[in-house]
C-alpha cells in the first residue's frame, strides 16, 4: 500500500471518531444504551459528530415519549396494566433494533421520531 493510500484511509477513520474519542457506530449504539437518559447524555457531551448527535436525540425523543406515556399511563386501571404489558416488548424491540442499526452505522429514522430529531438538531445548531 502506498503512503497516499495509507493517509485516506487514516483521515477516512479519523472522521468517524468523535469529540468524545470513540467511534462514531460505538458511540451511537451508546445512545439508546440507558433510553433517554444517555441520550441526553451524549447530547452533552457530543459537540461535533452529526450521526452520534442524531442518534441521542431520537433515543431522547422516542424513550422519553415512552417513560411519560407509560408514566401516565399507569394511573389508568386495568387499560393501563394491559397497554404496558403491550408497550414492554414494544420498547424493547425497539431499542435493539435502534442500537443494531446504529452499531451498523446506519442513521436509521423512525417515522416520526426521526424527522424530529433532525428537526430539533437543526435548531439546536442555528441557536
Known sequence: MDQESKTKNS?????????????ENVGGLLTYLLG????????????ENDFIRFHAMQSVILFGFFFIFGFVVNFIPIIGLFVSL???????????VLMV????????HLPVTGKMAE?????????
Open 119 to 127: 428537526e430539533q438538531l437543526q435548531k439546536m445548531v442555528k441557536a
Open 11 to 23: 483521515s477516512r477513520e479519523e472522521e468517524k471518531k468523535s469529540s468524545t474519542g470513540l467511534e
Open 86 to 96: 403491550l408497550m414492554a416488548p414494544v420498547t424493547l424491540v425497539l431499542w435493539i
Open 101 to 108: 442499526k446504529a452499531y451498523q452505522g446506519e442513521r436509521y
Open 36 to 47: 433517554f437518559i444517555s441520550g441526553i447524555v451524549f447530547l452533552l457531551i457530543e459537540k
